[in-house]
């Protein structure tokens, strides 16, 4: 069966890449929950998309520029359509997030920045206080997954592929296996645009390779999908992704 897997959390009912958000699509009946991660000055794992805080809390702050304790004076649920609704929300650390995981669920931690970030995550995941099932991580760095990997060779890990945003073409699926293979990856998560279909899976799958694909909120692709043998869709709807595909 198809893993449901919630983007920056249920990001379409809730502001993204908060607690809200990715307690929201848990309880929305989301398999796994996707994050976004950056390291902090002082060393410190933020679940945040961008580099600069100005998009979701309206005032611009490097992350990598600045201390925990200051982001942490932000409010980031008071943006685009969430302005004046009933959310106030901080960006969360890793170690908040590590222990909302319900039983069972898994988080898909992406990288945001270098291999820099490793050495924290990999503390990160030792001290967890009540440590949730192996999460995995993927980013679009292809170094910084390849060294991952080496370094954390027992956590599934998938390289994130999109189309190239000058020829707007998308990567040869046989080069990308190729690089994930020489890597030692384990999967594949790439931009739903790509044209996936089961020949396309069953050359991934025998590589030996997961394939997850995203943003999927479209319910004809994510039965198309589905059929075609993938096996995770990235949502900002899971629940409402859930009942459309009757899982």
């Known amino acids: 069966m198809v893993e449901i ?36 000055k002082d060393g410190q794992l933020v679940v945040i998309h961008d580099a600069n805080t100005r998009r ?6 490097r992350v990598a520029s600045r201390a925990f304790a200051q982001l942490r004076r932000l409010d980031v649920a008071q943006w685009g359509k969430w302005k004046d609704r009933a959310f106030s929300e901080k960006i969360p650390s890793l170690a908040e997030v590590l222990a909302i ?23 990160a995941l030792q001290r967890a206080a009540r440590p949730p099932p192996p999460p995995v991580i993927i980013g679009f760095g292809y170094g910084t997954v390849r060294r991952a990997k080496a370094m954390l060779p027992s956590l ?39 044209p996936i279909d089961k020949e396309f899976v069953r050359q991934v799958h025998q590589a030996g390779l997961k394939l997850y694909t995203w943003t999927v909120d479209d ?14 869709l990235t949502t900002n709807r899971p629940g409402w992704l859930r009942e459309q595909l009757s899982l």
Do not use: M
């Open 5 to 40: 897997i919630a983007h920056r959390g249920a990001s379409f009912d809730a502001p993204e890449n908060t607690l809200a958000s990715l307690r929201l699509g848990f309880q929305q009946k989301a398999d796994a929950a996707e994050l976004d991660l950056r390291l902090t």
């Open 56 to 61: 979701v809390a309206g005032i611009a702050n």
């Open 101 to 123: 995981v319900p039983e069972g669920k898994r988080l898909f931690l992406e990288l945001k920045c270098g291999p820099e970030v490793l050495p924290a995550l990999a503390r």
């Open 156 to 194: 599934e890990v998938c390289w994130l592929a999109s189309r190239n945003r000058t020829t707007r073409r998308f990567p040869p699926l046989r080069r990308l296996i190729l690089r994930a293979k020489a890597a030692n990856l384990d999967g594949l998560d790439l931009e739903a645009g790509f």
């Open 219 to 232: 319910p004809a692709l994510a039965r198309k999908r589905a059929a075609a043998g993938v096996d995770g």
